[in-house]
């Protein structure tokens, strides 16, 4: 088990339809992240959020929408996505450490299916 | 953005020490170095990680070059249960929390 709890664990989702991804941890960290992972290859980060507030957006299109309504939760909400969008969303977290010295903890992702 | 490179596949017998490289060269002078691994099916999970000096912890060693443009993953027996990707981490602009990952290892473990 880990500590960064992400639902649903599967996802399938027309191509015309609203969804949401919901990570929460409880263990204080104020950087939450989310990753999109595609078989085989390594994850790939999407946002970054510190102290609530979108800190990093790699240029991710708007069909995918960040969230963070409080320090424990962090939300994406998908709109409108494309077959290639199939892949496992993980999420992240961490103390809020911009040196870079705390470790992520991650959930064990969401496998999302776009038919 | 510094970036890592790693060997796509390693293989190693059971209950022997594994040595996983991981090149940096781009690293810059504040970057740490991390390591994860991903079991199939789960999220990538921490293994370690560290700044100049070589590191240990219950699940393995790192050791980083003098000129920190390399490391290397030690695991000093290696079991079934360690089949893993492996990552190697930097982050990727000083200051911020953009971690990237390196194309990882996959290990695979013979009995």
């Known amino acids: 088990d880990t500590e960064v709890t992400q639902t649903p664990k599967h996802l399938v989702m027309g191509m015309t339809n609203k969804k949401s991804l919901k990570c929460e941890q409880h263990m204080g960290h104020r950087a939450m992240y989310w990753y999109k992972q595609k078989a085989k290859k390594p994850p790939e980060l999407m946002f970054v959020y510190s102290y609530e507030k979108l800190s990093i957006n790699e240029s991710v299109p708007s069909r995918f929408s960040p969230e963070c309504p409080n320090s424990s939760l962090l939300n994406l909400h998908l709109h409108a996505l494309q077959p290639e969008d199939s892949a496992l969303y993980l999420c992240a977290s961490s103390p809020p450490d911009a040196a870079g010295y705390s470790p992520l903890h991650f959930g064990n992702g969401t496998r999302l299916t776009v038919t | ?111």
Request: charged fraction near 20%.
């Open chain 2, 1 to 111: 953005d510094a970036k890592t490179t790693q060997p796509n596949s390693m293989e190693s017998n059971e209950e022997e020490p594994v040595h996983l490289p991981c090149n940096h060269s781009t690293i810059s002078g504040t970057d740490y170095i991390h390591w994860y691994r991903q079991l199939p099916s789960q999220g990538p999970e921490y293994v370690i990680h560290g700044l100049t000096s070589n590191v240990n912890n219950r699940m393995a060693s790192l050791a980083i070059a003098e000129d920190r443009k390399s490391s290397t993953l030690i695991l000093h027996r290696a079991t079934l249960r360690d089949a893993a990707v492996y990552y190697c981490i930097l982050r990727g602009t000083s200051g911020t929390y953009k971690y990237i990952f390196g194309t990882g290892t996959r290990l695979k473990v013979l009995a």
